[in-house]
């Protein structure tokens, strides 16, 4: 049994490095403005918000749409993106 005193020790977080994280910056960028060219419908955005919340309620998209949400959600869904890091790329894509 650990004494209260004894540290625990836990693996170190691996973040994504900065220019690791400004080229994925820059793909959402470009997606965001492929999607724009697409169509200006908010289906797309509602689309990647879905399967980015497990919803089982995911609208449907035409194909070239969906090429780009399909894109989108791997980038998004990038593993070891820091908090900060994640917030700028949904902002960058959703606008907000």
Same mark, same amino acid.
């Given at each position: ?26 793909? %959402? ?8 060219? +697409?169509?200006?419908?908010?289906? +797309? ?23 780009? /949400?399909?894109?989108? %959600? ?6 070891? +993106? ?9 902002? /960058?894509?959703?606008?907000?």
């Amino acid at each position: 049994m650990q004494s209260a005193d004894a540290a625990i020790s836990y693996p170190a977080a691996v973040t994504v490095d900065e220019p690791q994280f400004e080229t994925l910056l820059d793909q %959402v960028l470009d997606l965001h403005r492929r999607a724009d060219e +697409l169509t200006r419908s908010p289906r +797309l955005h509602e689309h990647v918000r879905a399967r980015l919340g497990w919803s089982k309620d995911v609208p449907s998209l035409p194909r070239d749409q969906r090429d780009v /949400a399909d894109e989108v %959600v791997a980038a998004l869904e990038t593993r070891n +993106l820091s908090p900060g890091q994640s917030r700028v790329l949904h902002r /960058a894509f959703f606008g907000r």
